[in-house]
T-cell receptor, first 112, second 117 residues
Framework: SQTIHQWPATLVQPVGSPLSLECTVEGTSNPNLYWYRQAAGRGLQLLFYSVGIGQISSEVPQNLSASRPQDRQFILSSKKLLLSDSGFYLC???????????FGPGTRLTVT | GNSVTQMEGPVTLSEEAFLTINCTYTATGYPSLFWYVQYPGEGLQLLLKATKADDKGSNKGFEATYRKETTSFHLEKGSVQVSDSAVYFCALTFTLNSGGSNYKLTFGKGTLLTVNP
């Protein structure tokens, strides 16, 4: 069966510090991978998606970036965090675009 | 563009009450429709789906029917339990063959359901 991991589960970082969140998928190959952000009390915002190694598409211009160094690894980064980067970050995968996505447990980021 | 509109929450019910959470969509063509559930502090879990008109998705006592004529996908459960307390998201997407940016999973804003004993 397939599983998706995210870490860390929670993170508290000061403004201006760097960020690295990691997502890995097990039990499948060549998945599409997605990063979403969920601000408090709001819906989900798609940040990045990737259909293959090194292929990243950005949905929203901001100070975040994503990378996919391996087939089943997806990383969300920032060089300098802003207060507005606080939120719940969710990684997801699917086998084929247009089908259901499977979500990880999420990372709660608080920027202070 | 594509959009999903859910009823505003929060929704508060007593155990064993009937649940309806309304969801309507705007899209060009015929999307696939989903309901996801998010329990406190967790990621989203797929609850049910329907891929074509008149399909009924069902899981764990929840049901939703894909109504093309009313562009709706309302979520229903006949008797809710305390353990159903969560945020529910309606979502749509298109298959790759639809082209353009329709690959995106478009979510509604979510409806918080609280079930009291």
């Amino acid at each position: 069966s397939q599983t998706i991991h995210q870490w860390p589960a929670t993170l508290v970082q000061p403004v201006g510090s760097p960020l690295s969140l990691e997502c890995t998928v097990e039990g499948t190959s060549n998945p599409n991978l997605y990063w979403y952000r969920q601000a408090a009390g709001r819906g989900l915002q798609l940040l990045f998606y990737s259909v293959g190694i090194g292929q990243i598409s950005s949905e929203v211009p901001q100070n975040l970036s994503a990378s996919r160094p391996q087939d089943r690894q997806f990383i969300l980064s920032s060089k300098k965090l802003l207060l507005s980067d606080s939120g719940f970050y969710l990684c997801a995968w699917d086998r084929q675009v247009g089908y259901e996505q499977y979500f990880g447990p999420g990372t709660r980021l608080t920027v202070t | 563009g594509n959009s999903v509109t859910q009823m505003e929450g929060p929704v508060t019910l007593s155990e064993e009450a009937f649940l309806t959470i309304n969801c309507t969509y705007t899209a060009t063509g015929y999307p696939s429709l989903f309901w996801y559930v998010q329990y406190p502090g967790e990621g989203l879990q797929l609850l049910l789906k329907a891929t074509k008109a008149d399909d009924k998705g069902s899981n764990k006592g929840f049901e939703a029917t894909y109504r093309k004529e009313t562009t709706s996908f309302h979520l229903e459960k006949g008797s809710v339990q305390v353990s159903d307390s969560a945020v529910y998201f309606c979502a749509l997407t298109f298959t790759l063959n639809s082209g353009g940016s329709n690959y995106k999973l478009t979510f509604g804003k979510g409806t918080l359901l609280t079930v009291n004993p």
